[in-house]
């Protein structure tokens, strides 16, 4: 399974970005996608999911009610649209595809940039 992420930029404070992620290759039975970040010295941070089953989405505490996750099943995309951007969100920005309960497959990432 590939991943491919795409997106990130450098943006002021306040704006908005929209990330996209694409998987390819043997994804039949992922059971989701999801988002994932890492600041410079910092572990990496959960940022929200989409479990296909339901269309349950998750956030991280970080970013609820600034971000949005959508995605496509049929099609193995996933979006992450962040608005009222912050400087605590610079980051590589990762996607992954989960089976059960577990993100076994990562992209090589996206840089965002906030800049205040």
């Known amino acids: 399974v590939q991943l491919q992420a795409s997106g990130g930029g450098l943006v002021q404070a306040g704006g908005s970005l929209s990330l996209s992620c694409a998987a390819s290759?043997?994804?039949?039975?992922?059971?989701?996608m999801g988002w994932f970040r890492q600041a410079p010295g910092k572990d990496r941070e959960f940022v929200s999911s989409?479990?296909?089953?339901?269309?349950?989405?998750y956030y991280g505490d970080s970013v609820k009610g600034r971000f949005t996750v959508s995605g496509d099943n049929a099609k193995n995309t996933l979006y992450l649209q962040m608005n009222s951007l912050r400087p605590e969100d610079t980051a590589i920005y990762y996607c992954?595809?989960?089976?059960?309960?577990?993100?076994?497959?990562w992209g090589q990432g996206t840089q965002v940039t906030v800049s205040s």
């Open positions: 992954a595809v989960r089976y059960g309960k577990s993100y076994l497959y």
């Open positions: 290759g043997r994804t039949t039975g992922n059971s989701g």
């Open positions: 989409i479990v296909w089953s339901g269309s349950t989405t």
